[in-house]
């Protein structure tokens, strides 16, 4: 009689087969999610585009629930299939369906290794690794040595500041300005006026920042606040600007008459009045002039050592034409000025022929008249 054992071996590895099949089915039931890249190792501030596909297996239509587990705080996400953000999709039997998963890792983030987990609720899970090589940071410093200056309303104050990258990522930043109204402000980095700014991870650069008052400012203290900004991190410096007062200066007469007649040759004195319109004293205030060819111009004196705010003074102004000027108008100019202020004063002088050139004139006239008359007289009746 045979033995029976071969038969019943097949009998029990047949029954082995069918519990563990129909337990791993019972298991699965049907679905599978799969991706190529579970363990990707990428720095801080990546974005990791995984593309997974939904299988079905089974013999009915499947509505599968899909989610993420384990994605740290900080962290972002997106599902997305046939361009629309999913939480279920469906997929036919015997067929598969590709969606798209975006993990954002931060810039500020922990070096190491994360995992996380794709579910399919109900159906099967797809263990993901990121591996971030390196700490990360998203912090961005704004510097500068010398955060206060002091001078008067008409002075720009240039600061040297220095931006500094400590992302392990290049960065766009906008640069900003929220100064007093009226006032200017101009970002130029590495020499260049912009209002944005590239720089490479770790890397730092050089930014003036020029400043420009308002006319109207008065004296005081005004705080410039600046920023350097993109969606990642921002950094923000303040600048203070010291006005000590206004630098202003008017040069006139004392009738606001710029116009004056001269005689060819000759000199003409003028009174001029200068006027400190500032809210500063203005010190050691001198004289220059602009003249045509041949001409003389002094100032008596020719120094102010000092003029009150609000106050003013006078000088005389000494005016002398070529000797061979021609007749007609000219325009001298006379600038009064400080290191701080100037003014300059445009005036019309009219030069006149002298008075014995008209005489003289007029008797060459006469003697010709008369030469005339006597000529007709001896030879007019022959």
Not at 314 to 332: F, H
Request: glycine share 8%; no cysteine.
């Amino acid at each position: 009689m045979k033995s029976n054992k071969p038969y019943l071996k097949s009998v029990l590895f047949l029954f082995t087969l069918l519990f563990f099949y129909s337990h791993g089915a019972m298991a699965g039931n049907g679905i599978t999610l799969y991706t190529p890249y579970t363990y990707i190792t990428v720095p801080p501030g990546e974005s990791i585009d995984y593309t997974v596909e939904v299988k079905n297996y089974g013999s009915q239509l499947k509505d599968v629930e899909i989610d993420l587990s384990g994605l740290p705080d900080e962290w972002n996400s997106s599902l997305k299939a046939g361009g629309y953000s999913i939480k279920r999709i469906a997929v036919l039997p015997g067929e598969k369906k590709t969606v798209s998963l975006t993990l954002n890792v931060p810039l500020k983030v922990e070096k190491g290794k994360y995992n996380i987990r794709l579910v399919a609720k109900n159906y099967d899970v797809l263990p993901i690794v990121v591996n971030v090589s390196e700490e990360g940071t998203f912090k961005t410093e704004f510097s500068s040595d010398q955060i206060n200056m002091e001078g008067h309303s008409k002075s720009n104050f240039n600061f040297s500041t220095k931006l500094k990258n400590h992302t392990s990522e290049k960065q766009l930043y906008s640069l900003l300005a929220l100064p007093p109204r009226g006032w200017n402000v101009a970002f130029k980095p590495n020499g260049r006026q912009a209002t944005a700014v590239e720089i490479e991870a770790g890397k730092t650069t050089n930014i003036s920042v020029e400043v420009q008052p308002s006319p109207q400012v008065t004296s005081g203290s005004f705080k410039i606040p600046i920023k350097a900004t993109n969606k990642y991190s921002s950094a923000e410096l303040e600048l203070e600007v010291v006005i000590k007062g206004s630098y202003d200066l008017e040069l006139t007469t004392p009738t606001g008459l710029l116009s004056a007649n001269v005689t060819s040759g000759r000199e003409k004195q003028l009174e001029l009045l200068l006027r400190n319109t500032g809210t500063s004293e203005l010190r050691n205030v001198s004289f220059s002039s602009s003249k045509p060819k041949d001409w003389e111009i002094t100032i008596e004196p020719d120094t102010i050592p000092v003029i009150q705010a609000g106050g003013s003074t006078k000088v005389q102004a000494t005016i002398k034409s070529a000797d061979k000027a021609i007749p007609g108008d000219y325009l001298p100019k006379i600038t009064a000025k400080t290191p701080e202020a100037s003014s300059t004063a445009s005036f019309r002088i009219m030069v006149k022929t002298p008075l014995l050139w008209g005489w003289l004139g007029i008797f060459i006239i006469l003697g010709t008249l008369g030469g005339i008359y006597y000529l007709f007289r001896k030879y007019g009746r022959r």
